[in-house]
């Protein structure tokens, strides 16, 4: 145990004869500090992970079978949204075309391109082209195209400028937070009727009112828009 | 940061450790320090601290994550998602105390830490009075006066304290 | 589309033409998918939207009109069809479960001979020179055994059969049948007769021992008829008296407003004093004074309402009985129609069952031919040796949907296609036609019974639509023919099909003999309301359907009378020995207030031993305590405990309702009602702190009305199909665990010292003032702006805090993975997610489920209406247990509508809400349960 | 509080401050483990992993191993999460509240007592997420940012727990160490191998005993006290609020959150003497923990078992007076249904047992303090359980009616966290100063101060 070393005249100890060195005191101070930040620094990263496309999917493209190209056919040859999604306004699925739908043109056009092998192939055979879901709702949320068409929502708005696309990409990230953005208010976003199909489109300066304006036209129920049974069962 | 020079003088008990204190203190010696193995009442007079503002802190950031959790509540509740559940009233403040008081607690809490560590400068495992031999007792049972003051040597503080009879009186160096 | 190709669970909960792979509910960081578009996209179908079909099924060889959703070309649920008679919109437990039997895994998928999977083609190579040699012999040893059959296109096949082999006898074996009722209107009448009762005629109806509420064909046009005639309503005085003498409780009986308890034996008596009553030339026979009070009162009442005063006869008495009911009604002007019998009687109808046996075991067949679903080998009588005698048979073939007890018995095993499957048409108990069209290409390599009965003729290449198409193409053009078939697959009934109504001769009075003495305790065999004869033993939805009264599930128990239990000191759950004339079972036993003393009731159906991993081996065979000559009541059977214990397994367990708790379910007389008319100063919310939401556009609400629900489960089966329902087998249920968010409480009170018993369907009540919300730490519990309750599957935790709330319990809990990768036994095999309806989340392992008003429907009316800018109209939305409901005891309806249904039932004097003081203001309210009892046998003690 | 009952010091006259130091240190220190702390950390070590695979066999096939039934939705999970959190209570109660009081005979068992609490609170914190059906969502109770853009339900009693507990674990934690700091020092100096200078040394934060240190220490441990107090109410408030903010028969009461502070206190005030007992035995502590504070003790074990009764009585009381069905039916059901003989066991454990305290000589008998100390925190386990039980098997509609049955892992799971919860607490014993012992020199001090 402690001795007591008594003698004659004061002794003198050196400041370094002790049990820590001097950098230990810095060191338990970023140590205990951070015992607390580093995770709390973990906690927000992870937080905000949530947010980055990594997560969302959003600006993800995926090879397709056929690389499809949105551009060309949309934004060259100006198809209609409606020629292959033909179900768009009638039910929830916005519907894929058919192989006989691509091949009412490819069999005049293209018609032993490579590219299209596997459509030939597809309707040969009688298999469906399996093409690679690239704007994907997880299974509990109940999305309905139809209706988003009928009041005003337009293709691009969720899709993004399609037209422009050589590869479909997922333009939105599709978190619920993004669909209630819209849902609470829609006025930001809804278009007249016959600007729904339109391949790219940008708001008028005057969308705000323009937007109250097309609520009332659609009678769009906004308070109703985010209860939760509109998209979930 | 080690003083240049720290004197150390070690009593036995509680009540000489006061007297040496008040004396040294009515010397004017700067930079006093005692050192006990638990609080012993009236030192901190004896050697003439400032009171700690320590419970103003707390109270404030009490105050503080208590409105902080209040407001979160309401925002959450009545201004950014609005649901009707079990026909409550959005604003339910009643229940909304009840999380409002645990966070008062802990923001207070956790203030007083924060402002203990800094008021005290610890953790410090680095200070020249370890380098005291014998010091170690200063948690047991001896109880050690120190000075820090630059203008004092161990000669005199050894007079000063004449007659408490200090079981022992070193002086540590810094380089 | 390929609908037929094997589905992933998920793929049929998500219901796109997608197959994805994922995660659970909680579907973090979206796993990648595939979607298939078609190659060739088949008009009409459009992708996410469903179809619906009429077509027909069958029970008992009559048929029901239904109307089939499907999804992506899978069937998945079934409804009512409005324009068919026996089905007026309206379904059964046994049509709704028909989806789930579609899916059945255990469905026979092959041809097989001596167990080992064969082709179609080495089955023809080993039939055809058969047929060569049995046309030499003019079909001499050539047999048919079907089930019962009205199918016009299959009796015109037989009889095309018969035309190429006069030796051809065909016989038809029904273990449920209406042998008895047959035989009694020939004793009546003279010849076949089949006698309609017309209860939507009746002001008065005494039921001996007959069951026209219970499960059957008729069950569902009974009931709307009952229901028409027993509507309680302010102001509206007209309602039917039902009187009911039975052994045991049916499901009559438990609606009746006055029941006697009788022995089978005392029927006869009954029977007799009536008759005597009503003027017979017959022995009075002696009654013990309660009884002859009741008939002398009933008499009474019968005789006051000439003309609109039925008696109905229970299959279980004997002719004589029957002939005599017959008597009975002519002296009341019953409303009754007599029409010649849909299904064929006399010398070219069937011969038994029995005839065959004999033959076959004096190696006079040759060459027998099973067909459609029938089954000796389980459910014959047990006097009737068939396994031995079958043993006689050179060459049997077998064609069902299982591989079953008497497929293990016959050389060859075709699979049949199930209902949904195949071509073919049906007639109702009144004769109406319909079609049967498939909804779905085969799932397997199955043949059609009119394929079969086409090889007969030699005819190969005969498919059951060709056949179908022949049989009603005759006296039409092909031209209109095309029309006239367009239109009838459409409405689902054959126009002006339905038999002819005549005037009968005048019934003769039989001579009544006596009743047969007897010791011991007398058994009573009954139909089963799950599983029926035994035919659906194997689907899961009906073995975990809680029968009504006993709300026993996957099983069968001995019912007998409380007093007889405490005098034989048995305890329910006692294992007890049935024994008579050398065979006996063992069977646990269940003290059942309705049933009368020296009774032991038992359902036939159970004990299967080969059908599927879902039913075999559950609950005990009552066929074998069953002769020809003693079909539903034996006499004389001996019962020993045996000392072992094997309780039921019990949905609900405490079901006496007594002091105070009779304001659950208030029975009240139809004065109270009918005094109390106009007064509509009710159902004011009780004082509350909070402020009142308001709910602008619609006010969901559902009233449902205790007096027309007579317990017959459709709603709870719909509701199972419709919002995918997972089951949970026996060991679950036992824990107290089941799932139906639909339950049909069951309660008995004493009225005049006669348990009455009351059904009370309870679904989520949807309260204002939700007790479950405010306690969910995460908000998934929640209402939305139409007074939905709403429960959010993906965000819920399951803390199950919402439930221990709910003063109604209510809410279900996935305490496994029922649907979702803990199924029980094979229901996770992925051709039975198939049945999954796409519009509905299948629930994952740790979420709370309940009702939701078929929140699905709900939303896809209020999307149509949004689309076309209107309002969802009154009865647009109509949910899966209102559309299933045969009496319309189910109402919902917009409270916003001051003319809605709920609304106006509100009004009701004796409108109620359960547990309305303690204050959640719930949006499913009731009406009180009604009775129209007697004032001549008011107070009957004792 | 009943403290005030001694006049006379309870530490031995003529102690020198190195002394009770040495007393408390040295089996630590210097004395080796004995074989019955052995034994007991080899069978406690086994039982933690024993926990480890019921939650393991949990996440794997959900919560349906246990007995929980569609009625009766709750069991084991939360009767144990209330009945630890009660035992979590008494340590910060003796600290701050014998603190704020003056009872300065507190320095011999707050530090265990915190300790105890401490573990208690962290095994009770670990049921409420192990009895969700989805654990792995148990974060949806915070309010964080998220790309849902939902936030937790604020009038759920559920989210209250969530913040008390984790409040008061926070909470706990701090109280306990900052207690702690100072022994650490002392057990740096004492220590002998550098190894544990040093550990002691990094865990003490260099406290040097100095004046400056003491005067800022001193102010915050007792405001944390005071802050101790109000919050450790709360928090069983809350959890009385678990069952008082529904409307189930037996649960609706008003009385139930100071009924469940009361019990907290009751069981943890006697898990405080069981450990007492044993600590005492272990590690030689015969000169700091003298009967009379045993005595001390059981006086507040018997206010708080005259405290239940009359809970009981007032429940019964309101029950009945309030005439409503479903309560009469419910308190039928205390007394003649299937649970009853469980029932009266446990008012003969909390009510009828506890009574033997009026006599000084069981007050100071340390067999008969054990006994019935462990009988009382069985007593309070089947409480809580009953609260559960005979509420959902019996609710408003017979219909619904249903017993619970426990299964295997309902049991083990119970069990285990026991076992759990014995480990740590063995584990503090062999690494910390089980008595204050700054405190325990401070008492000495004042002691000669008054004698002198």
Request: hydrophobic fraction near 45%; include cysteine.
């Amino acid at each position: 145990m402690a001795h007591d070393a008594g003698g004659s005249g004061p002794p003198r100890d050196t400041a370094d004869s002790q049990l820590f060195p001097r950098w230990a005191t810095l060191a338990a101070r970023l140590g205990l500090v951070s015992l607390v930040g580093v995770p709390a620094i973990l906690l927000g990263l992870l937080m905000a992970l949530q947010y980055t496309p990594y997560v969302t999917g959003q600006t993800l493209v995926r090879n397709q079978p056929v690389p499809f190209s949105h551009e060309h056919h949309v934004g060259g040859l100006g198809l209609d949204c409606r020629y292959c999604h033909g179900s768009v306004e009638k039910t929830r699925f916005a519907g894929l075309p058919p192989t006989h739908t691509c091949m009412t043109c490819h069999s005049q056009l293209w018609t032993n391109a490579a590219v299209l092998e596997p459509v030939r192939r597809s309707l040969a055979e009688g298999k469906p082209i399996r093409w690679r879901r690239v704007n994907a709702l997880p299974d509990y949320v109940y999305f309905d195209h139809s209706i988003h068409i009928a009041k005003g929502v337009g293709c691009t708005t969720c899709h993004g400028p399609v037209d422009r696309m050589p590869l479909m990409r997922q333009a939105a990230p599709l978190t619920m937070g993004w669909c209630l953005d819209c849902h609470r208010q829609p006025e930001a976003h809804l278009r007249p009727e016959n600007e729904i199909f339109a391949g790219h489109w940008t708001p008028p300066p005057d969308q705000r009112e323009r937007g109250r304006e097309l609520i009332r036209h659609y009678l769009i129920r906004t308070e109703h828009l985010t209860d939760c049974s509109i998209c979930h069962r | 940061m080690s003083l240049p020079c720290l004197l150390l003088a070690e009593f036995r008990d509680p009540e000489t450790l006061l007297d040496a204190a008040r004396r040294v203190r009515e010397a004017g010696f700067k930079g006093l320090d005692a050192h006990t193995p638990f609080p012993v009442e009236g030192l901190a007079e004896a050697l003439g601290f400032r009171p700690t503002r320590i419970r103003p802190a707390m109270l404030v950031g009490g105050l503080l994550s208590g409105a902080f959790a209040y407001w979160l509540q309401w925002y959450s509740a009545v201004l950014d998602y609005p649901i009707n559940s079990g026909g409550r009233p959005l604003h339910s403040w009643p229940v909304f105390l009840v999380p409002t008081f645990e966070a008062t607690v802990l923001g207070a809490t956790l203030t007083g830490i924060v402002a203990f560590l800094i008021s005290t400068g610890l953790p410090r495992l680095h200070h020249p009075a370890f380098a005291a031999r014998g010091f170690e007792r200063a948690s047991q049972d001896r109880f050690f006066l120190s000075v820090a003051d630059p203008h004092v040597d161990a000669a005199r503080l050894a007079a000063l304290l004449d007659g408490l009879g200090p079981l022992s009186l070193r002086e540590v160096r810094g380089e | 589309m390929s609908a037929g190709s094997v589905l992933s669970r998920r793929q049929a909960a998500l219901g796109l033409l997608a197959a994805a792979i994922s995660g659970g509910l909680s579907g973090c960081g979206e796993p990648e998918e595939e979607i298939l578009p078609y190659v060739e996209q088949p008009e009409r179908l459009v992708p996410g939207a469903g179809l619906r079909f009429a077509t027909t099924l069958a029970l008992e060889g009559y048929g029901r009109g239904v109307i089939c959703a499907s999804a992506e070309g899978r069937p998945i649920k079934i409804e009512g069809n409005p324009g068919h008679p026996a089905s007026l919109g309206a379904t059964d437990v046994f049509a709704e479960a028909e989806i789930l039997g579609l899916y059945d895994p255990d469905r026979s998928r092959t041809i097989r001979q001596a167990g080992r999977p064969v082709t179609w083609q080495e089955f023809l190579a080993a039939l055809l020179p058969r047929l060569e040699a049995l046309e030499a012999r003019g079909g001499e040893g050539l047999r048919l055994l079907t089930g019962p059959i009205t199918s016009p296109t299959l009796l015109r096949l037989i009889a095309a059969a018969r035309g190429r082999f006069p030796g051809l006898v065909w016989h038809a074996h029904a273990p449920i049948g209406e042998a008895n009722a047959r035989r009694g209107a020939e004793l009546a009448f003279g010849r076949p007769v089949s006698m309609l009762s017309r209860l939507d005629r009746a002001a008065v109806v005494l039921a001996l021992d007959a069951d026209p509420l219970g499960p059957g064909p008729d069950q569902i046009r009974n009931g709307h008829a009952f229901a028409e005639r027993r509507l309680a309503r302010a102001g509206r005085t007209e309602f039917m008296r039902l009187y009911a003498v039975e052994p045991a409780t049916t499901l009559t009986g438990a609606n009746a407003d006055h029941r006697l308890r009788v022995p089978p034996a005392m029927l006869r008596d009954v029977a007799l004093a009536l008759a005597a009553a009503l003027g017979a030339p017959v022995p009075r026979p002696e009654l013990a004074a309660k009884q002859a009070r009741f008939v002398e009162a009933a008499a009474e009442d019968l005789r006051a309402h000439h003309g609109a005063a039925l008696v109905l006869a229970g299959e279980s008495l004997a002719p004589e009985l029957h002939a005599l009911v017959h008597w009975i009604n002519e002296r009341l002007a019953a409303p009754v129609e007599a029409i010649a019998p849909v299904f064929p009687a006399g010398a070219e109808g069937p011969m038994p069952l029995a005839a065959l046996v004999e033959d076959m075991r004096a190696g006079r067949v040759d060459t027998l031919f099973i067909l459609g679903g029938a089954n000796p080998a389980y459910d014959a009588p047990a006097d009737i040796d068939f396994l031995n005698a079958c043993k006689q048979v050179r060459f049997a073939v077998h064609h069902g949907l299982h591989r079953d007890e008497t497929a293990a018995l016959c050389d060859w095993h075709l699979p049949a296609p199930h209902a949904l499957e195949e071509w073919g048409d049906l007639r109702a108990t009144d004769g109406t036609a319909s079609l049967v069209q498939p909804l779905i290409r085969p799932l397997y390599a199955t043949r059609a019974t009119a394929e079969l009965l086409g090889l007969l003729q030699g005819r190969l290449d005969l498919s059951a639509h060709a056949a179908v198409r022949e049989t009603w193409a005759e006296g039409r053009t092909p031209e209109e023919f095309e029309v006239w078939w367009r239109r009838t697959l459409h409405e689902g009934i054959v126009e002006g099909s339905a038999a002819p109504r005549f005037d009968p001769p005048e019934p003769r009075l039989p001579q009544v003999p006596p009743a047969p003495a007897a010791d011991g305790l007398v058994l009573v065999l009954r139909p089963d309301a799950s599983v029926w004869d035994g035919r659906f033993a194997n689907n899961a939805w009906l073995q975990e359907c809680p029968r009504p009264l006993t709300r026993q599930v996957w099983g069968n128990a001995a019912l007998i009378a409380p007093e007889e239990a405490e005098a034989r000191g048995l305890n329910q759950g006692d294992v007890v020995r049935l024994e008579v004339g050398g065979r006996s079972l063992e069977v646990a036993v269940m003290p059942e207030p309705g049933i009368a003393p020296g009774v032991v009731a038992l359902s036939l159906g159970y004990g299967r031993r080969r059908v599927g991993a879902i039913g075999e081996g559950v609950g005990v065979n009552a066929y074998v305590l069953r002769t020809t000559d003693t079909p539903w009541t034996v006499p004389g059977v001996a019962l020993t405990p045996l000392g072992r214990r094997a309780p039921p397994v019990l949905a609900q367990e405490e079901q006496r309702l007594e002091g105070e708790a009779r304001e659950l379910l208030p029975v009240i007389p139809l004065e109270e009602v009918l005094r109390a008319a106009g007064d509509a100063s009710r159902s004011e919310p009780p004082p509350t702190f909070y402020p009142e939401f308001a709910y602008e556009t619609y006010a969901w609400a559902m009233v449902i009305d205790t007096t027309l629900c007579i317990g017959c489960n459709a709603c709870v089966i719909a509701c199972q199909s419709e919002n995918n329902i997972p089951v949970v087998g026996p060991e679950e249920v036992e824990w107290g665990r089941d799932m139906h968010w639909l339950r049909i409480d069951t309660y008995r009170q004493e009225i005049d010292g006669e348990p009455h018993p009351g059904f009370q369907p309870v679904p989520c009540m949807h309260c204002e003032k939700a007790p479950c919300e405010p306690v969910c730490p995460v908000a998934a519990s929640v209402h939305d702006q139409e007074g939905l309750n709403v429960q959010v599957y993906n965000r819920c935790i399951g803390t199950r805090f919402c439930q221990s709330n709910c003063p109604y319990k209510v809410r279900r809990f996935n305490f496994f993975g029922y649907a979702d990768g803990q199924e029980y036994k094979n229901l996770g095999e992925p051709v039975v997610a198939a049945h999954f309806n796409p519009e509905v989340t299948v629930r994952a392992r740790g979420v709370m489920e309940k009702c939701t008003y078929c929140v699905q429907r709900i939303s896809a009316a209020r999307r149509e209406a949004k689309k076309e800018n209107r309002p969802i109209a009154e009865g647009e939305v109509v949910t899966a247990c209102q559309s299933a409901c045969p009496t319309s005891a189910i109402l919902f309806g917009d409270l916003n509508k001051a003319d809605s249904l709920p609304s106006r039932l509100r009004q009701e004097p004796h409108h109620y809400k359960l547990l309305g003081h303690l204050g959640t203001q719930p949006r499913t309210t009731y009406l009180k349960r009604v009775r129209n009892p007697n004032p001549a046998l008011e107070g009957d003690a004792a | 509080m009943s403290g005030s009952a001694l006049r006379e010091p309870p530490l031995p006259p003529g102690a020198s401050y190195g002394e009770l130091i040495g007393v408390v240190a040295d089996p630590v220190l210097e004395r080796g483990t004995g074989r019955p702390w052995r034994i007991a950390f080899a069978v406690t070590l086994l039982m933690t992993l024993g926990l480890g695979i019921c939650i393991a066999w949990l996440f794997i096939q959900g919560v349906g191993i246990w007995g929980i039934n569609t009625p009766v939705v709750w069991g084991f999970a939360i009767a144990n999460f209330v009945w630890w959190l009660g035992i979590g209570h008494a340590g910060t109660l003796i600290s701050a509240l014998l603190l704020i009081t003056r009872q300065h005979w507190r320095a011999s068992i707050n530090r265990f007592a915190e300790a105890m609490t401490l573990f208690a609170a962290v095994i009770a914190g670990l049921f409420p997420i192990l009895h969700l059906g989805r654990p792995y969502r148990f974060y949806w109770l915070v309010p964080y940012p998220n790309t849902m853009e939902v936030w937790p339900q604020w009038r759920s009693a559920l989210v209250w727990d969530f913040a008390a507990i984790s409040t008061y674990i926070i909470f706990s934690l701090l109280f306990w160490y900052w207690g702690l700091i100072p022994d650490l020092a002392t057990m740096r100096d004492r220590a002998r191998s550098r190894a544990a200078r040093y550990a002691y040394g990094v865990l003490s934060m260099g406290w040097r005993g100095s004046a400056r240190h003491w005067h800022r220490h001193d102010a915050l441990y007792r405001a944390m006290a005071a802050l101790a107090v109000p919050l450790v109410v709360s928090v069983h408030s809350v959890v009385g609020m678990d069952f008082a903010a529904s409307l189930m028969p037996g649960w609706q009461e008003t009385i139930f959150p100071p009924y469940f502070v009361i019990g907290a206190m009751f069981s943890g005030f006697a898990m405080v003497v069981t450990l007492a007992i044993l600590l005492r035995r272990g590690l030689g502590l015969e000169k700091v923990i003298t009967p009379r504070h045993f005595d001390a003790m059981a006086k507040i074990v018997l206010a708080g078992s005259v405290a239940m009764a009359i809970s009981y009585t007032t429940e019964w009381f309101t029950g009945w007076y309030g005439g409503e069905r479903a309560e009469l039916t419910h308190l039928g059901h205390l007394f003649t249904g299937a649970y009853a003989p469980i029932y009266y066991g446990m008012l003969a454990c909390n009510v009828l047992i506890p009574q033997v305290f009026w006599l000084r000589a069981a007050r100071r008998n340390l067999v008969t303090l054990f006994l019935v100390t462990i009988l009382i925190n069985i007593g309070m386990w089947l409480e809580r359980i009953l609260i559960i039980w005979n509420t959902l098997s019996h609710g408003h509609l017979p219909s619904m009616w249903h017993l619970f049955y426990p299964t295997f892992w309902d049991w083990a799971t119970l069990l285990c966290s026991i076992g759990l919860f014995t480990f740590l607490f063995l584990v503090f014993v062999r690494i910390f100063p089980a008595v204050a012992m700054h405190d325990l020199n401070k008492r000495l001090y004042q002691e000669k101060e008054e004698r002198a």
